[in-house]
């Protein structure tokens, strides 16, 4: 009984430094493969070129370029159809979301009596300003915020 | 018609909150990029504000200063021949600056929600969360991002391509804390390239400072009208 006890604990512990070691980056590794590379001279290589502007290293900016194409949808113009046509979900379908959405904000009494479009318009000022509308394109939840 | 004046009233109100006082932060930061056994040097110092306003000036291997916002619209100055560029490119927005998702409250997903990810799952270890991402929308690229934190600050992101195969990892790594928020200043990504040559590109930034210790004349550089501009480029 002892032997299992101990044989669980320790395949536990195993799993437990396996799983806390692959998110952890070995940076003496990194060190030495950057020691010993050799340093490239920029002498022969065009500075002006787009390449050496991709400086958003760490963060999510290949997402955002992949995410951003195709995408194209302005949410001034969003925001605006929302104002006047956000009764009956027109936004949504400008938006790219289901084509019965008219349907569903007209069944609930323009969406919940208004309630629903004017968050809508809410979150679509908020997070165009910051160009972030992306979430809300081809969303076909009811609440598309949620 | 009382509908119609909340929705200026919450106009307004979004107005007003736009124009609030504007943080400013700077660090200099080095960058070291190595394929093949070969690695690039770029060394740039940043000069961020809450607004989005980037400054971002690299003093090696050449002088270039470059001026970017939140839209991702640069303009590029080479001051050694007096030229300067302009292009836009979405990815290159200055919301991508590290400064920019660590203090603001995209913090916890580092932006992936407002870029169309949604949270699918959510994992939970003795200290660490590890958070699984799925595109809302059709992505050819991208099949799931993991986020993993420890003690609520993210220390890894990792991308599945279609395959499910794991082609990019970021680890962040060695916190400062800050008065108003803490940010890795060492990001190490490693990706796998389709022609399976592995690169690996580090950012250790150091000298972060912010508020009222930022002061520099690069936060509000211009560039100047003598400069002969060059044609332009559109990055999709």
């Not at chain 1, 979150?123 to 160009?131: K, P, T």
């Not at chain 2, 007096?82 to 580092?110: G, H, I, T, Y």
């Not at chain 2, 004349?217 to 990055?235: N, Q």
């Amino acid at each position: 009984m002892k032997k299992f006890f101990f044989c669980v604990l320790a395949l536990f512990g195993l799993v437990s430094l396996t799983y806390a070691d692959k998110y952890e980056l070995d940076n003496n590794a990194i060190d030495n493969a950057f020691s010993k590379a050799t340093e490239l001279s920029f002498n022969n290589m065009d500075l002006s070129s787009a390449n050496l502007l991709d400086l958003n290293i760490g963060t999510n900016s290949d997402a955002m370029a992949m995410m951003s194409r195709g995408a194209g949808k302005s949410w001034v113009a969003a925001a605006a159809i929302c104002f006047f046509l956000g009764e009956i979900g027109i936004h949504r379908m400008y938006l790219g979301s289901s084509p019965l959405m008219w349907l569903y904000y007209g069944v609930t009494c323009c969406g919940i009596f208004g309630i629903v479009p004017l968050i809508d318009f809410i979150v679509l000022i908020v997070d165009g300003v910051q160009n972030n509308i992306g979430k809300y394109c081809g969303n076909s939840s009811y609440f598309m915020w949620m | 018609m009382k509908l119609k004046i909340l929705y200026i009233a919450v106009l307004f109100l979004v107005f007003f909150q736009s124009v609030q006082a504007q943080n400013k932060m700077q660090a200099e930061v080095t960058i070291q990029q190595l394929i093949r056994n070969k690695v690039l040097t770029i060394k740039k110092e940043i000069f961020y504000q809450s607004n989005g306003h980037l400054v971002t000036h690299i003093t090696q291997p050449q002088e270039i200063i470059i001026i970017s916002n939140s839209l991702g619209e640069i303009s590029s100055y080479f001051p050694a021949t007096d030229e300067a560029f302009s292009s836009v490119s979405p990815s290159q927005s200055s919301k991508n600056e590290v400064f920019a998702v660590f203090s603001s409250n995209e913090r916890n997903d580092l932006g992936l929600s407002s870029l169309g990810f949604e949270m699918k799952q959510q994992e939970r270890d003795s200290t660490r969360i590890v958070k699984t991402y799925i595109p809302t929308t059709e992505n050819k690229e991208i099949s799931r991002i993991i986020m993993v934190y420890d003690n609520d600050l993210p220390i890894y992101c990792g991308y599945f391509n279609k395959e499910n195969k794991e082609n990019k990892k970021i680890y962040y790594q060695d916190y400062i804390h800050l008065p108003k928020f803490s940010m890795p200043t060492n990001i190490t990504e490693i990706s796998v390239m389709p022609s399976n040559d592995t690169i690996i590109r580090r950012q250790i930034f150091s000298s972060v400072k912010c508020d009222k210790e930022a002061v520099s004349e690069y936060f509000e550089f211009r560039i100047p009208d003598s400069a002969k501009m060059m044609e332009g480029i559109k990055i999709e």
